[in-house]
């Protein structure tokens, strides 16, 4: 029966969920790295992210849309630029929801696969798009109007 106890007792601990070590974050010279776990109506995917200066880079591949980012800018230059490599749909879609409703943030540019940029945006944005190729989704501050642009916000990726 001791024996029973204590098998048992180890077979409970091990089915304990470990940390996936996805909040580490390791620094290249200006260059911090981090892979986040972003919110997906297909399961959780990792996107990549980057830091170098005040510009973010994250990557995602097209077969994880719909999905949401979490970010924040810490001053009024920064930039999130969201790359998608292998984007193969006809319609991108996207949300900004800042945490402060006055914060200054839109969708500045879509850089498209054939390297021409469309743009601005406001913080929703639809395009259609007529080729298949890597994309970039520029955020940023909005030069044409006030307010900071610094502060927490979400990107919700259709």
């Not at 940390?19 to 790295?33: E, H, Y």
């Not at 986040?36 to 992210?49: A, L, N, W, Y």
């Not at 994880?64 to 879609?93: A, C, G, M």
């Amino acid at each position: 029966m001791k024996k029973l106890i204590f098998l048992l007792s180890v077979f409970l601990f091990s089915c304990q969920p470990k940390n996936s070590g996805s909040d580490q974050v390791s620094i290249k010279d200006t260059v911090a790295t981090k892979e986040d776990t972003v919110t997906s109506k297909k399961s959780e995917q990792k996107i990549t992210r980057e830091i170098k200066n005040d510009t973010i880079v994250r990557i995602a591949d097209s077969r994880q849309i719909p999905f949401v980012l979490h970010d924040e800018f810490t001053s009024d230059v920064s930039e999130l630029i969201i790359k998608i490599p292998d984007f193969d749909r006809q319609n991108i879609s996207g949300e900004i929801v800042p945490e402060n409703p006055k914060m200054n943030i839109r969708f500045n540019q879509i850089k498209l696969p054939n390297g021409d940029f469309d743009g601005p945006f406001s913080r929703g944005m639809m395009f259609k798009s007529r080729e298949n190729g890597e994309i970039w989704l520029i955020i940023g501050k909005s030069n044409m109007a006030s307010g900071i642009a610094s502060g927490k916000f979400s990107v919700f990726v259709r």
